[in-house]
RNA sequence: GGCCCCUUCGACUAGCGGUUAGGUCACAACCCUUUCAAGGUUGCGGCACGGGUUCGAAUCCCGUAGGGGUCACCA
C-alpha cells in the first residue's frame, strides 16, 4: 500500500518551527517509502484565522524544500485542501452519525456550559460535559434544530471500559474512556472541530501514517472512536516527542523565538535549520550529525526517534549554521546568497570574484547571513569610518604606515607570497613585534580591529585600494584623528539606502516576481 | 488534581545484557597565530533514585521521584 502523510497546520500565526519540525518528518517518511506528502490547511478556528498566514506557511515550506505533492497551491486528487472549503463532506459525515444514533445534537449555551464547569469544580468532580443533552429524543433535536436553534454536535462515548491504540514509538497506549466526554464534531458556527474534521479528511484522502506532535496523543482515542464510528481503518499513529523550550516546557513564542521567518530574516540557512530539526529526536544509524535530506530520506528510519522531549537550543542551530556557511555549502553558493544582502545594504557586488575573495575570508567568522554582511562594510564602503580601537592604532602607527606605503607601493609581485614576504622583511627589519606593525595597518585598511589578516586584505583590496586607504589614514592622523563628523556620516548613510533601494527595484523587475511579503512584526499578535 | 507519555554529560544524542558509557554543541586550557575567527590537541562533565531478574545491568521488570502533555464549541 502507498504511504501517505501529511502536515496540518492552522493558518493561525506565524511559521512556526513545530510545524517545520513536523513537516520535515512526514517528508522524509513519505520519501523513504515512496509515498506522497500532503498539505492541508485546518482553517476550521475562525477566532484565531489570519489571512496570509497560509500563504506564509506555504512559503516556509517552499524555503525548505519540503514540497507537499498534495496542496491548496499544487492541487491534487484529493482537494479541495482547505478545510473550510470542506463543510459538506464534513456535514456530510455528521449527519451519518447523527443517524446512526452515535452523536446527538445538544443545545446548552456557552453560559451553561461554564455553570457545569464551575459546579464541578465546586463539588471537586471531574471536569467535562456531564451528557446531559443526551436525552433528548432525536426527533426534537431535529426539530429544534430546524427552528435555527444553536447547537453543538457530540459524539457519545460511554464511561465504561477504555480504548487502547497503538503508537508506533511507544506501544500500545491505553486510556479509561471516562476521560473522553462526549466530545464536541461540529461547533454552533457549523464548523467541524479538529477532531472531526482531521478523521474524516485523513481517511477520505488515504492518510496511511498520522505522524504528529505528542500533545495529541490523549485525544487518540476521540479519534479511534471516530474512525469505529464510520467502520474505517485506523492509519498508523505516530507521535513525535515535542519540542521544548529551554526551561522544557512545550516550545512557545513567549519564551523562544519560533517563527522561522524571524530565523530566515536573521540569516539561517534552510540547510541549517533542517538538518538541525532533524537531530532533534531523531539521529542517523552510522551516527552522522552533518547530513541533507538526501542522505536523511535514504537512511530514515522512523524507529530510531527517541522519545525525551529535545530543547530548541539556539546556540546549537547557530553552530549548525556556521558549519553550512564555512564548510558544507560551496563558496558559489554562500556568495549567492549573501550578494542580494549586501545589494540591500547599497553595496556593490557586481565583481564577482571580489565577491567571493570577501565571502571567502569572512564566512569562517560569521554564524549568519546576516553577520558576514555586517563585518562586510568595509570592503564596500567609500569611507571608512575608524571605530575607537582603530584610532589607538593609528595614533601609535603613523611612520609605519608611511614606509609601508611606500614599500607596497614599490611591490613588484603583487601576490599573497609577495605581500606576506614584504610586510614580514619590514617588520624584521624595525625588530618590533607583528602587531606593531600590523595593527595599525589593519586599522587603516578596515577601520577596525577586528578582521582578517593584513595579507589577505591588502590582497582582496588590491593594491591601489590598499594604498589609497593607507593614504587616508595618514591625512586622517595628521588632522589630528578628529571625531567623525555626524551630518557627513547621516548623509552617507542616506545615499547608501538610495541605492539599495534602487537596487531592490532593479533586481525585482530582472528577477520578475516580486519576492514574497516579507514578514513583519507578528510579536504583539497572538 | 485525574489521565497519558517521558527520563544517559549543561544541551542534542549513540547504546538495545558483558563498552575504560562513544560523538556533537557549549564551556575551559593549550597549540597555531598578526587582531578576530577558523583549525588542531586535551580537559570538564552523565546512566534520576530504590528494589528486583540475572553469573553480569545504562540496557529487562516493579516502585518512587522528577519533567512534560492533556483534560475547550483551539488546534
Known sequence: ??????????????????????????????????????????????????AGAEARILEMFAWLGLRPDESPEAGGPNGPYRQSERLAVYHAHVEELLASGRAYRAFETAEEIEAMRLEQKRLNKPIGYDGRGRDLPPAEQARRHAAGEPNVVRLITTDEGSTTFRDRLRGDVTIPNSEIRDPVLMKSDGYPTYHLANVVDDHLMGVTHVIRAEEWVTSTPIHVLLYRAFDWDLPEFIHMPLLRNPDRSKVSKRKLDTSVDSYRQQGFLPEALLNFLANMGWSMPDGREYFGMKDMTAEFDIDRVSLGGPVFDLKKLRSFNAKYLRDILPLEEVAGR??????????????????????????????TLVELVDQAGYFFRETLRYDESARKQLASGQTFLQDIERELSMLEFFDYDGVDDMLRDYVQEQAVPMGKVLMPLRAALTGTTNAPGVTDLIVILGKRESLARIGKALTFIDAGLPDDDPHRLLEEEKARKAAAEEARKSRVKSVGAPPAAPATGGKGSR
Not at 31 to 48: K, Y
Not at 354 to 366: C, E, M, N
Open 1 to 50: 500500500m502507498e504511504v501517505v502523510t501529511r502536515i496540518a497546520p492552522s493558518p493561525t500565526g506565524d511559521p512556526h518551527v513545530g510545524t517545520a519540525y513536523i513537516g520535515l518528518f512526514n517528508y522524509v517518511f513519505a520519501r523513504r517509502h515512496g509515498g506522497r506528502f500532503i498539505f492541508r490547511l485546518e482553517d476550521t478556528d475562525r477566532q484565531r484565522y489570519q
Open 338 to 367: 549573501v550578494k542580494p544582502l549586501l545589494e540591500d545594504e547599497g553595496y556593490d557586488c557586481s565583481d564577482e570574484d571580489y565577491l567571493l575573495d570577501v565571502v571567502d575570508v569572512l564566512r569562517p567568522r560569521a554564524e
